[in-house]
């Protein structure tokens, strides 16, 4: 049996170790144990992982630790003026929060550089010489093109969320963005879910001209923990589509979440749920889209720091987002695809703790929740409500 890993044996720096204690993060996940000494070796690396694992400190710490040695080897004055790490993630709340996460363990400058929000500024943050830029893939090309990042002394690309980043609608941009870089930069890319097609294209990225690789990219995946089995227990509540919103605020009161995320894949209907929830005395917020990008932040940290306990939202925040504590997820609706649905759930049951995700559906929902209870192997407890709170249904003998 080998010896189980901690941050010390992986090689990384006790400052950072210092910070993960303040975390009360004390021990590598899986997923660290087996990244981080690939990243430390420089290998270019795409690695799978389920939601909720630590994906992003896997590549973080390494790379910061990196930087931390780098800076501790030259004098002041030589210390590098250019980025040395891109972090490129499909949202602004994921790139978002991986400047948080960074933030946490190291003093290293970071900058976040996003779209919707002022380019000015953030070319006024870029000529603090960050050592780490993380933003989205549109803003990043944009700023590339005004030459306002320069690539040169680039050590590391990483895509969060890869398979997202690669998805049509932003593809063109996050090749851009891989092939505006020299072969040699390491290339990291982390997922939930990473297809062969995302392998083919993202290795092919680092062919040379002259057919020969600068370097191989390997590929890690982990087997699944069963996060979905083991640790969220998945419940069906029905309700006709009339009266789902005052379902979900009996539900509310009959669980009492220590902090509860609610879903629904229709826009519009966020500002309608959070409305009637509030007209009947439930205190909540809601998150979409069209949020202007301020709000969308005060928002999240406040529900991330626990001031805010109920938030209602659409699929914009159901991936990537690591919100720590949240006790249940419900989802008012089923989404069309299943990967949806495990993103959703995955919100909840992070870091090694448990959760609960409840679906409120119609007849139709409630056939596509078997569908899938069946295809993934999970368990579903339908509940009625009874005197305040959720119970099995009574089955007459």
Not at 229 to 250: G, Q, S, Y
Not at 315 to 322: I, T, V
């Amino acid at each position: 049996m080998s010896e189980k890993q901690t941050f010390d044996s992986l090689k990384v720096s006790e400052k950072l170790i210092e910070k993960l204690r303040e975390s009360n993060i004390t021990e590598p996940t899986a997923v660290q144990a087996q990244a981080i000494p690939l990243i430390f070796e420089g290998k270019s690396l795409l690695f799978q992982s389920e939601t909720g694992t630590g994906k992003t400190y896997a590549y973080v710490l390494p790379l910061l630790t990196k930087i931390e040695s780098a800076e501790n080897s030259v004098s002041e004055g030589t210390a590098a003026k250019t980025p040395q790490i891109m972090i490129v993630a499909p949202t602004f709340e994921l790139a978002s929060q991986i400047k948080t996460q960074i933030k946490a363990v190291s003093d290293i400058k970071t900058a976040l550089l996003i779209g919707g929000a002022p380019i000015k500024r953030q070319v006024e943050n870029l000529k603090e010489k960050p050592a780490v830029i993380a933003g989205t893939p549109a803003r990043l090309v944009e700023l590339l093109k005004l030459k306002k990042i320069k690539t040169d002394g680039l050590k590391a690309l990483v895509l969060d969320e890869a398979d997202r980043l690669i998805a049509p609608e932003l593809r063109d941009f996050t090749m851009e963005l891989v092939n505006s870089v020299k072969k040699q930069v390491q290339l990291i890319a982390a997922s939930a879910t990473i297809t062969k097609s995302a392998q083919k294209l993202l290795s092919a990225s680092r062919i040379k001209a002259d057919g020969s690789s600068e370097t191989e990219v390997e590929t890690l995946f982990l087997p699944p923990e069963d996060v979905l089995k083991k640790r969220i227990t998945h419940l069906a509540v029905f309700a006709e589509r009339r009266d789902k919103i005052d379902t979900l605020r009996k539900v509310l009161l009959a669980e009492k979440p220590s902090k509860a995320l609610i879903f629904t894949g229709k826009l519009n209907q966020v500002e309608n749920i959070v409305s009637k929830l509030k007209y009947k005395g439930i205190e909540c917020y809601g998150l979409h889209a069209k949020t202007e990008k301020t709000e969308r932040k005060s928002i999240i940290d406040r529900f991330r720091s626990g001031k805010i306990k109920t938030l209602v939202t659409s699929d914009l925040a159901s991936r990537g987002l690591d919100i720590p504590e949240i006790s249940h997820v419900i989802q008012m609706d089923m989404p069309s695809n299943e990967d949806f649905f495990v993103h959703r759930a995955g919100r909840t049951a992070r870091a090694g703790k448990t959760g609960t995700n409840i679906v409120i559906g119609d007849e139709y929902e409630m056939k596509n929740y078997a569908r899938i209870e069946k295809k993934l192997g999970l368990t579903v407890y339908p509940k009625v409500l009874f005197k305040g709170k959720l119970t099995a249904p009574f089955v007459p003998e």
